[in-house]
């Protein structure tokens, strides 16, 4: 089992970064496939990006391609996503997933750990 702590989020203007951070408990983080997942008010739960456990593979929502980098340091057990040229429609929770069994990194239903969400807000 993993526990996931997700931190970074805040307020920023439109063009702007942030960094979202995911903080894994487990000895075998290493193993897991781990998702950035987000949520606006009165939508669905949306796939945002995902990572292979080796860090090799990555998959972007055509939404935020070009303009978000997820990343993982297994060694420090850490996710992060790398916002940049925000808009205000990127205005959610977001939240970090993991699986030790995921078939489809964009796909909820395969996640069975989430952290508690962070909250973004991108002023226009």
């Known amino acids: 089992q993993v526990q996931l702590v997700d931190a970074g989020g805040g307020l920023v203007q439109a063009g702007g970064s942030l960094r979202l951070s995911c903080a894994a408990s487990?000895?075998?983080?290493?193993?897991?496939?781990m998702g950035w997942f987000r949520q606006a008010p009165g939508k669905e739960r949306e796939f945002v990006a995902g990572?292979?456990?080796?860090?090799?593979?990555?998959v972007y929502a055509d939404s935020v391609k070009g303009r978000f980098t997820m990343s993982r340091d297994n060694a420090k057990t850490m996710v992060y996503l790398q916002m940049n040229s925000l808009k205000p429609e990127d205005t959610a929770v977001y939240y970090c997933?993991?699986?030790?069994?995921?078939?489809?990194?964009?796909?909820?239903?395969?996640?069975?750990?989430w952290g508690q969400g962070t909250q973004v807000t991108v002023s226009s």
């Open positions: 997933a993991a699986s030790n069994a995921i078939v489809s990194l964009t796909d909820r239903h395969g996640y069975p750990y």
């Open positions: 487990g000895r075998t983080f290493s193993t897991y496939g």
């Open positions: 990572i292979r456990w080796s860090g090799s593979i990555t």
